[in-house]
C-alpha cells in the first residue's frame, strides 16, 4: 500500500520561481491537507479540500494556491517562491464523516529550500 | 484563540523507566485529540486518539494517553521507555466539525538513553 505519496522529497528554488509540490493518495479518503514543518511551531495548516472540487484556506495559505481536480490528487503551487516559504512540507489525507477512522495519514515530506 | 501546547521541548528519559509527554489544548467543544509521532527525516505516524468514552486510550507501539477533560489535557504515557521511542512527538488536536484540519502542539523531542 502506497498510502499518501508526495514528490519532489528535496527541492531548491531561487526567489522567485514557481514550482509545485505533488501529493497523491491511493486510500479514497475524502479530505485532505498541506501543512508546513518549522523549527518550534509545529506543523501549520495551509490549504485543505474535503472533496474534489472544494478546498478551502488554512492558517498560513499566502503565497500558496491549492486545487482538486480528483480524490487522488492535492498538488500545492508555489507562485512566487520567498526565502519564508524555506520548510518542510507535508500532506495528509483522512477518511471522511467517521470519527472512529479520523486519523490522518502523511506523506514524506518535501523538503524545500528557497535562496 | 484555540491552541495546542506542549509545554516541554525536551524530555530526557532513561531506558525503563516510564516516559511522559504533556499536552494541553484551548479548544471550544469536544474535539477529537491525537497523538503523533516523527522520526528522523520521515512524515508523522499516527500513534492514537481520543473520540469518546473511555479517559485512557491504549495506541501503538506500547504507548497510552489519558484523556482529563476538566483540565484539559491529553498526556502520552509508556510505561518502560525504549531507546528507539526517542523521536518528536506531536499532539493534535481537531474541532468536532473542522473536517480535515488538524492543529499541532510545537512537538516533544524525546530522549532515551540507553
Known amino acids: 500500500n502506497a498510502g499518501v505519496t508526495q514528490t519532489p522529497k528535496f527541492q531548491v528554488l531561487k526567489t522567485g520561481q514557481s514550482m509545485t509540490l505533488q501529493c497523491a493518495q491511493d486510500m479514497n479518503h475524502e479530505y485532505m491537507s498541506w501543512y508546513r514543518q518549522d523549527p518550534g511551531m509545529g506543523l501549520r495548516l495551509i490549504h485543505y479540500?474535503?472533496?474534489?472540487?472544494?478546498?478551502d484556506q488554512g492558517e498560513v495559505p499566502n503565497g500558496y494556491n491549492v486545487s482538486r481536480s480528483t480524490t487522488e490528487d492535492f498538488p500545492l503551487r508555489l507562485l512566487s517562491a520567498a526565502p519564508s516559504q524555506t520548510s518542510v512540507y507535508f500532506c495528509?489525507?483522512?477518511?471522511?464523516?467517521?470519527?472512529?477512522?479520523?486519523?490522518?495519514?502523511f506523506g514524506q515530506g518535501t523538503r524545500l529550500t528557497v535562496v | 484563540a484555540q491552541s495546542v501546547a506542549q509545554p516541554e521541548d525536551q524530555v530526557n528519559v532513561a531506558e525503563g523507566n516510564p516516559l511522559t509527554v504533556k499536552c494541553t489544548y484551548s479548544v471550544s467543544g469536544n474535539p477529537y485529540l491525537f497523538w503523533y509521532v516523527q522520526y528522523p527525516n520521515r512524515g508523522l505516524q499516527f500513534l492514537l486518539k481520543?473520540?469518546?468514552?473511555?479517559?485512557l486510550v491504549k495506541g501503538s507501539y506500547g504507548f497510552e494517553a489519558e484523556f482529563n477533560k476538566s483540565q484539559t489535557s491529553f498526556h502520552l504515557k509508556k510505561p518502560s521507555a525504549l531507546v528507539s521511542d526517542s523521536a518528536l512527538y506531536f499532539c493534535?488536536?481537531?474541532?468536532?466539525?473542522?473536517?480535515?484540519?488538524?492543529?499541532f502542539g510545537a512537538g516533544t523531542q524525546v530522549v532515551v538513553t540507553p
Open positions: 479540500s474535503v472533496g474534489a472540487g472544494i478546498t
Open positions: 493534535a488536536v481537531r474541532k468536532k466539525d473542522s473536517w480535515g484540519k488538524l492543529q
Open positions: 481520543y473520540i469518546t468514552g473511555d479517559n
Open positions: 495528509a489525507s483522512s477518511r471522511g464523516a467517521d470519527p472512529m477512522n479520523t486519523e490522518a495519514f
